[in-house]
């Protein structure tokens, strides 16, 4: 595996995201516990030392099964993150009730790194309000040993990271952004990585095969990288990128399966550096991608959506109705209760200000609402599939 040294310490450099755990029949907190259990165990045993959790992620329940899988090896063995949401819109902010919940979720006494979750321009004003004296608790916890690393995340735009960083620079150790060969011009990570360099504060990547976007490429886009290196795995290239930044010290990948770990862990056995032109051509690709919606499943959007809509499923038909007319779009939907499909959303705005992407949900629903409308619906199809079949009895 892989390591880079952080303060001494020595990192692997892939490190396990648990924002995609495994799950029972699709209910996101209902974690797979065993298979959990089976995918730290693989990643321990093959060099993997860091874990990143966070309050959110499965409804509460990441934090819970992670500290309890983790608990079964040395305290000592491995490094253990997680956030502060003070980026979920609130009344108000208790940053000791939710730490204190958060050790006992996790059974332990004190965190390896934590972060001060999505710093971006709907929550930084949050964060800088002496009332809610976010910074002071937990500069005060680092002092008692309870936070040995303190960071932050942000999807916030340049302008706020740096906002941010005149504030409290100084003060942050590693800061984790949304970094890929597709974000790099699409959501400025560029700048964001330069700036952070040159404020001489290393980088943590989430994201880093962009929900699995980039895991997916077309037949053409694969031919064009296996050309030029016909063994490598297209999350590999998406690795192959980051391992190319030198002020990369952490990526982050939020594997869901055994089989997304077994790979993962073989790419980070050993640096395979790009060339200029494989690296051009990744970006050349990466251009070629920006119609889709730009979602990345972070569900943000979900707790305050009046009508309880799942919207990065509809975003998601909504990408795959615009890259071509999809059969599997009209079944998702006919599936959906009447009042949880995109024409029930009443725009309101709500998930579009809590967006890490600054995405136009209102207007992403909108558009899928006119894209099905050109398409027959599901229950159309079976019914003319139904004669068909019976049509071809008859003959």
Same mark, same amino acid.
């Given at each position: ?27 996101a ?6 298979q959990?259990?089976d ?29 309890k ?36 979720k ?19 004003q ?40 005149d ?31 040159e ?70 056995q ?19 991608? %920006?119609?889709?919606?730009? =979602?990345? #499943? *972070?569900?943000? @959007?979900?707790?305050g &959506? +009046? !009508?309880?809509l /799942?919207? $990065? ?26 009042d %949880?499909?995109?024409a029930? =959303?009443? #725009? *309101?705005?709500? @998930?579009?200000?809590? &967006? +890490? !992407?600054n995405? /136009?949900? $209102? ?10 409308a ?18 071809a009895?008859?003959?």
């Open positions: 595996m892989l390591t880079n040294e952080f303060q001494g310490i020595p990192l692997s450099r892939l490190g396990f995201g648990t924002m995609r755990l495994p799950v029972v029949n699709g209910v907190t209902d974690i797979d516990e065993k959990v259990d995918m730290i165990d693989y990643a321990i045993s093959h060099g993997i030392n860091y874990f990143d959790t966070a309050h959110p992620y499965h409804g509460g329940m990441s934090e819970k099964v992670i500290g899988s983790l608990s079964r090896y040395p305290r000592e063995s491995y490094y253990l993150a997680s956030k502060y949401p003070g980026h979920i819109i609130r009344g108000s902010y208790n940053p000791a009730e939710i730490f204190e919940e958060q050790l006992q996790c059974g332990v006494d004190y965190f390896d790194f934590y972060l001060l979750h999505n710093v971006y321009e709907n929550s930084i949050v964060y800088q309000d002496p009332q809610w004296g976010i910074l002071d608790y937990f500069l005060e916890q680092k002092r008692l040993g309870r936070i040995k690393h303190l960071g932050f995340s942000t999807h916030g735009r340049p302008d706020t990271i740096q906002s941010f960083l504030y409290c620079g100084d003060q942050m150790e590693f800061c984790q952004i949304q970094l890929n060969y597709l974000d790099w011009t699409l959501q400025e990570a560029k700048e964001k990585y330069e700036l952070l360099t404020r001489g504060i290393p980088v943590w990547v989430m994201e880093p095969v962009r929900g699995g976007r980039l895991t997916q490429l077309s037949e053409t886009e694969v031919a064009r990288l296996q050309a030029l290196r016909p063994d490598e795995t297209n999350p590999a290239w998406a690795f192959r990128f980051l391992q190319d930044l030198p002020n990369v010290k952490m990526i982050l990948s939020g594997m869901s399966n055994m089989a997304q770990m077994v790979e993962n862990v073989e790419t980070f050993q640096e395979k550096p790009l060339t200029e032109a494989e690296r051009a051509t990744l970006l050349e690709i990466a251009e070629g991608m %920006k119609n889709s919606v730009p =979602c990345t #499943a *972070c569900r943000y @959007c979900c707790d &959506c +009046p !009508q309880g /799942d919207i $990065p499923v509809l975003i998601s038909a909504y990408n795959e109705i615009r890259f071509s007319p999809s059969l599997n779009v009209p079944m998702l939907l006919d599936a959906l209760p009447e %949880k499909r995109p029930a =959303c009443i #725009a *309101c705005g709500k @998930c579009a200000k809590v &967006c +890490p !992407q995405i /136009d949900i $209102p207007g992403a629903m909108k558009g899928l609402v006119e894209e099905c050109k398409l027959p619906s599901w229950a159309d199809i079976s019914r003319q599939r139904e004669e068909e079949a019976r049509q009895r008859l003959r």
